[in-house]
């Protein structure tokens, strides 16, 4: 069975600094990783998806990287901003059905 | 164009009554998804529809929960009756096609049941 951890659960840094939020997963067999942001009280939006032939995906100053054979990823944020303050979570795709599986989540406060 | 649209976005109510959730998908959309998100067991998938039709229910904790989608707008999740420990955010997500698109989410409805 698939499990996704995200490590770690909670993380503060103070605004302009670089950061990385880490995401393993147990079965390397997986279709893709996507990587979302959740705003309290709010859903989710899909920040970076990975197909499982990627080794990156860069948006803006987001960049995720896959090694699948190790089962990790991890969401480099650059020059990080109070707007990043948020919920970061991780998913995989995989298993014969194809559903998401999460992570329960890196809570990140940037403070000004 | 509007995202996925959820209602109730709050509900708090008492064990034993039944509780009706309420999804619009982004139009043109064929896939529908129910989640709900706890502290415990984080977002996991409840069910999943391709064109109206249920096709993964295996998330679906027990029979007092059910879902429905009537027609490519609309989808219902139905807890009758309620328990205290079905309190949790329910998401709906839609995609274009299929579990491997990108989905996405509504704003969720946050259930409390006393």
């Known amino acids: 069975k698939q499990e996704v951890t995200q490590i770690p659960a909670a993380l503060s840094v103070p605004e302009g600094e670089n950061l990385v939020l880490n995401c393993s997963f147990t079965d390397s067999a997986i279709y893709n990783l996507q990587w979302f942001r959740q705003d309290p009280g709010k859903g989710l939006t899909s920040l970076l998806l990975?197909?499982?032939?990627?080794r990156e995906q860069t948006s803006g100053r987001l960049n995720a990287s896959l090694d699948k054979s190790s089962g990790r990823s991890t969401l480099y944020i650059a020059a990080s901003q109070p707007g990043d303050s948020a919920t970061y979570l991780c998913a995989v795709r995989g298993g014969s059905q194809g559903n998401l599986i999460f992570g329960k989540g890196t809570k990140l406060s940037v403070k000004p | 164009d509007a995202g996925v649209i959820q209602s109730p976005r709050h509900e708090v109510t008492e064990m034993g009554q039944e509780v009706t959730l309420r999804c619009k998908p982004i139009s043109g959309h064929n896939s529908l998804f129910w989640y709900r998100q706890t502290m415990m067991r984080g977002l996991e998938l409840l069910i999943y529809f391709n064109n109206n039709v249920p096709i993964d229910d295996s998330g679906m904790p027990e029979d007092r929960f059910s879902a429905k989608m009537p027609n490519a707008s609309f989808s219902t999740l139905k807890i009758q009756p309620s328990e205290p420990r079905d309190s949790a955010v329910y998401f709906c997500?839609?995609?274009?096609?299929?579990?491997?698109?990108?989905?996405?989410f509504g704003p969720g409805t946050r259930l409390t049941v006393l």
């Open positions: 997500a839609s995609s274009t096609s299929g579990r491997l698109d990108t989905q996405y």
């Open positions: 990975i197909q499982s032939s990627q």
